[in-house]
């Protein structure tokens, strides 16, 4: 059974800061890329930022200077540290993990936690 689980979602003001965490049940937690993925209502889910295997960084414009994110393979945890959030960041949070074994492509995705940016 593998499954990711987000946590630390919740109601925070304009300027102020959360942080996510994606718990990982899957074996080799160390070889999977992990992602955290934005969603809103009637959108498509799109790229927040990313993190290999090896620690390669990646962000989306739209957050870069404001959001880190970073994994603790002891842990087999991906986190987001979302800082000077507003209120466009509201959204639901998604965790991803993906994996190239041989030719096939794995993928493993959370439920999603709320984030809400208002005063």
């Known amino acids: 059974q593998v499954r990711l689980e987000e946590s630390g979602g919740g109601l925070v003001q304009p300027g102020g800061s959360l942080r996510l965490s994606c718990a990982a049940s899957v074996r080799d937690f160390q070889y999977y890329s992990m992602s955290w993925y934005q969603q809103t209502p009637g959108n498509e889910r799109d790229l927040v930022a990313s993190?290999?295997?090896?620690?390669?960084?990646k962000y989306a414009d739209s957050e870069k200077g404001r959001f880190t994110i970073s994994r603790d393979n002891a842990k087999n945890t991906a986190y987001l540290q979302m800082d000077n959030l507003k209120p466009e960041d509201t959204a639901v949070y998604y965790c991803h993990a993906y994996r190239r074994v041989g030719t096939t492509d794995v993928n493993y995705w959370g439920q999603g936690t709320q984030v809400t940016v208002s005063w």
């Open positions: 993190i290999s295997s090896l620690g390669r960084i």
